[in-house]
């Protein structure tokens, strides 16, 4: 039987007098370095084959829907990105490292598909609600490609979808009440075009890798 690891990590934040305007140009600046240093593949670039370099989990019982709003209000769904491939991470906008990387790692491998990026929407479901205010995830989000889904809902919401989709976080106190960090799981999970859980990606696995199963997921025939 198959092992499956929670991966988490622990993100300082800083408090500050910050807007969704400052967290935007950060991540920018994070997805813009990101972009300048990976070659881009050409559109017409063969399909890889072989096993997948992510944690196979297709058939798993868990992480199979949800129903949250975006920044607009609309509740959106995952069933509604059928025909696409969907990577959906758990993050928050504070986060200094791991989230703002998975964005950028997400922004260019989009981009190193080609043709077929438009096909892969991108998903972040915040875990810190009470800061993540609609403005500041969609500018958050937006810094990254203007297709990134971001979707909020009520602490009680965020509770219940984290533990439908095995997602660990919680609250470490910071030197003020607002300055907390939060620890929280940092793996991404891939459905493929029919809406199917396939994939739970490993943080660090690396762009090759990633931008190898979002291609083999694409060229599947549904």
């Known amino acids: ?15 500050r007098r910050g807007t969704s305007r400052r967290l935007a140009l950060r991540a920018a600046l994070l ?9 881009r593949e050409e559109a017409g ?21 949800l129903e949250l709003p975006d920044p607009d209000g609309k509740r959106r769904t995952l069933a509604e990105f059928k025909g696409k491939v969907v990577v959906l991470f758990f993050g928050f906008t504070q986060c200094p490292d791991v ?24 998903v972040f479901v915040t875990v810190d609600p009470e800061r993540d205010t609609p403005d500041v995830l969609k500018a958050y989000v937006g810094s ?24 660990f976080y919680a609250k470490v106190p910071g ?15 891939v459905y493929d ?12 696995m690396g762009m090759d ?4 199963d979002l291609r083999r997921l694409l060229a599947e025939k549904g």
């Not at 039987?1 to 408090?15: D, G, L, N, Q, Y």
């Not at 960090?181 to 991404?188: C, E, G, L, M, Q």
């Not at 890798?209 to 190898?212: D, K, T």
């Open 1 to 15: 039987m198959m092992r499956r690891h929670i991966a988490t990590e622990k993100c300082t934040s800083v408090p």
């Open 31 to 39: 997805a813009t370095v990101v972009l300048a240093g990976c070659s």
């Open 45 to 65: 670039a063969p399909k890889p084959s072989g096993s997948f370099k992510s944690i196979d989990i297709t058939g798993a019982d868990y992480a199979q829907a």
């Open 99 to 122: 989230c703002p990387t998975t964005m950028a790692e997400l922004a260019t491998a989009k981009q190193q598909l080609g043709a077929d990026k438009s096909r892969v929407v991108p």
């Open 144 to 167: 990254f490609g203007p297709d990134f889904v971001a979707l909020r809902g009520t602490p009680e919401e965020t509770k219940a979808v984290a533990k439908a989709f095995k997602i």
């Open 175 to 189: 030197k003020t009440e607002s300055s907390y960090t939060i620890d929280h799981t940092a793996r991404s999970y």
């Open 193 to 204: 075009t029919r809406g199917r859980l396939r994939l739970a990606t490993r943080h660090g």
């Open 209 to 212: 890798a990633l931008v190898s």
